[in-house]
């Protein structure tokens, strides 16, 4: 079982910037796909960027390409999302995902991203807020 727990969510002003860390503990195992997702109310749940934890793998929505930058550090088995010139409507909870490896399996084989609706990853973190005010 692997838990997932999320920092970095605060309230800034547009143009801001915040780092969010997703730090993994339990048996990770084997390289994984894991992604950030948001969800402002009323508004499904999407994803905002993933990656491979081997390295590659990676993806963005289009409205934070060239904003967000997703990585990953091994060693210390801690996803990051660095979110520069932030808007209003980047204001949401953003959760960190991971799957359990059958989406890690598919980009190995098949190449792409490890982009993957929700339910392609087993374990979450619990969200954390990030307001934007303009």
């Known amino acids: 079982q692997v838990q997932l727990l999320e920092t970095g969510g605060d309230s800034v002003q547009a143009g801001g910037s915040l780092r969010l860390s997703c730090a993994a503990s339990?048996?990770?195992?084997?390289?994984?796909?894991v992604s950030w997702f948001r969800q402002a109310p009323g508004e499904e749940r999407g994803t905002v960027a993933a990656?491979?934890?081997?390295?590659?793998?990676?993806w963005y929505a289009d409205s934070v390409k060239g904003r967000f930058t997703v990585s990953y550090d091994n060693p210390k088995n801690t996803l990051y999302l660095l979110m520069n010139n932030l808007k209003s409507e980047d204001t949401a909870t953003y959760y960190c995902?991971?799957?359990?490896?059958?989406?890690?399996?598919?980009?190995?084989?098949?190449?792409?991203?490890?982009?993957?609706?929700?339910?392609?990853?087993?374990?979450w973190g619990q969200g954390t807020q990030v307001t934007v005010s303009s």
């Open positions: 995902a991971m799957d359990r490896g059958d989406l890690a399996r598919k980009y190995e084989v098949l190449g792409g991203s490890c982009l993957g609706p929700p339910s392609a990853f087993d374990y």
């Open positions: 339990g048996f990770i195992g084997s390289y994984k796909c």
């Open positions: 990656l491979y934890t081997g390295g590659g793998g990676e």
